[in-house]
């Protein structure tokens, strides 16, 4: 007898249950109708894209394309194709393949052994470890360049990163995440993306909710280069006292030091040059205007000079935001502009800017400062005892359902007490009592399971109490 196993959720994974998902729905849904407020339409790009277009777009250097991109090979039936043709063509002319010194082998044989290799007919490709890249290739495969600009796009959906699992961090997480493609940088579009993202938490009630928002420049000369020179050559000086993360990004990567959490590390960062001081001129206004634009709409910032992103993609504007109740992983919403990456996808040149906030954060954090509360239990349990009953049940759940009303209708006769203790169970606020007297007289008796009170009613009538019930609460 084979051995049993007992399936698990893969370490990173996990299941969203009722009652919860009925928030995750509630949070969706405030997302799509705030975003559509703003003229946002939603975009849905596949789960897996190239693993070129991220290792492209995001970096790498960075952490995820380094080290936690879920990458696989897909054998491509284009390559199947060309090479089945070239083997035909070889058999025709009677062509042999030697492989090694002494084996001859034939086309046909040729074809069996390289079946057996797929790695040789396979293209890489990656689980999408974020999706702005996904939506930048989308605006160029499809030519929105074309439509009045700037295209507006959001997004929800799971994304796979292979990190170490804790609270707050997942290998598979979800972003609602959205992107304002083309039609300049003026700074009013980074204040709208960010407005229209507070909106939302707004909306949602989430609390102690902070936005940290920072310029981190383009990449003139004058400009990001000109500072990252400058911060090199300082951590050079304290270099010792860093540990080795940083000690290797002072080569690789010398803005993410700023990035660092290292408790004994904070002392060393506070006296590194700020790249406010060093943005070329335009840079230093745009991130002037940004600002102002913010104060004109009432969104409330902190400036962070150190806030520079994991990502390689971003210049100029970023930006972060921080709720309640997360813990070390408190980042629930990360964005900023990344002008030149769509041309870098082999696009026209194209403005970019646009967020993603990590969804389960969000949930998280409505939990625990106690906004997290989903509707529970059904609107009417019915409960039934005999075979005219029975069918008078099921038309009363149809048409009770079809009048929007959630209904439990148990598959199999129950004596009334037992149904009375499973409708309580379920949270049932009514308890609907069919039993032949019932139908007999035509009239349908309805229990408030709060406080035990019955009325009786005419099948009309009943429609009409609930649906005022239902209105009024
Ligand atoms: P990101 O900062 O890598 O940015 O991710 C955005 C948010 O996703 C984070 O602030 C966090 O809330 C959530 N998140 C990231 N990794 C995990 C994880 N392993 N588990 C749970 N939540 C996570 C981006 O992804 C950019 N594409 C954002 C963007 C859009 N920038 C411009 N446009």
């Avoid at 399936?7 to 998902?21: H, K, M, S, V, W």
Wanted: net charge negative; with cysteine.
């Amino acid at each position: 007898m084979a051995a049993k196993t007992k399936f698990q959720a893969i370490r990173g994974t996990r299941d969203l249950l009722p009652p919860e998902t009925a928030l995750w729905n509630h949070v969706e849904w405030t997302a799509h109708e705030v975003f559509g407020t703003f003229g946002f339409g939603e975009i849905r790009p596949p789960i897996f894209e190239p693993t070129e277009l991220f290792a492209r777009s995001i970096g790498l250097e960075t952490d995820v394309v380094s080290k936690e991109m879920y990458t696989f090979r897909d054998p491509t039936e284009e390559l199947d194709k060309i090479l089945i043709d070239v083997l035909r063509f070889a058999e025709e002319k009677g062509i042999t393949f030697g492989f090694g010194s002494d084996n001859v082998e034939t086309p046909a044989k040729v074809q069996r052994i390289l079946s057996e290799q797929p790695l040789l007919q396979s293209e890489s490709v990656t689980l999408r470890p974020e999706a702005t890249a996904s939506v930048c290739r989308a605006y160029i495969e499809h030519g929105m360049q074309q439509l009045p600009q700037p295209v507006k796009l959001y997004y929800m959906g799971p994304m796979f990163r292979r990190e170490r699992p804790q609270k707050g961090r997942y290998r598979q997480f979800y972003q609602i995440g959205a992107e304002v493609l083309g039609g300049g940088d003026a700074p009013a579009i980074d204040a709208e993306v960010i407005e229209m993202v507070m909106t939302f938490f707004d909306k949602l009630g989430l609390t102690g909710v902070e936005l940290d928002i920072n310029s981190i420049g383009h990449n003139a000369p004058d400009c990001r280069p000109a500072y990252i020179e400058k911060l090199r050559a300082a951590l050079e000086q304290v270099k010792d006292q860093l540990g080795a993360d940083s000690q290797h990004r002072i080569e690789t990567n010398p803005l993410r030091v700023l990035d660092s959490k290292l408790e004994h590390e904070q002392a060393i960062i506070a006296t590194l040059p700020r790249i406010a001081d060093h943005l070329c001129p335009d840079c230093a206004a745009h991130y002037a205007a940004v600002k102002r634009q913010l104060e004109m709409r009432g969104v409330f910032f902190k400036e962070n000079w150190r806030l520079v992103r994991g990502l390689d993609y971003y210049m100029r504007t970023t930006f972060e935001i921080t709720a309640k109740g997360l813990g070390s992983q408190n980042a629930v919403c990360g964005g900023g502009r990344y002008d030149g990456l769509v041309e870098l996808l082999g696009g026209p040149p194209t403005k970019g800017i646009g967020f993603a906030i990590g969804e389960d954060r969000l949930i998280l954090s409505l939990q625990e400062s106690g906004k997290g509360a989903a509707p529970q239990g059904r609107d009417i349990y019915i409960a039934w005892m005999g075979e005219r009953a029975y069918a008078t049940a099921v038309r009363a759940a149809k048409d009770l359902r079809n009048s929007g009303f959630s209904v439990e209708l148990p598959p199999t006769e129950l004596k009334f007490g037992k149904a009375l203790e499973r409708a309580d169970k379920l949270g049932s606020r009514y308890a609907l009592i069919l039993g032949d007297n019932e139908v007999s007289e035509g009239s349908w008796t309805l229990k408030t399971l709060v406080d035990g009170t019955q009325q009786k009613f005419t099948e009309p009538e009943l429609l009409e109490f609930l649906k005022q019930r239902k209105s009024g609460s």
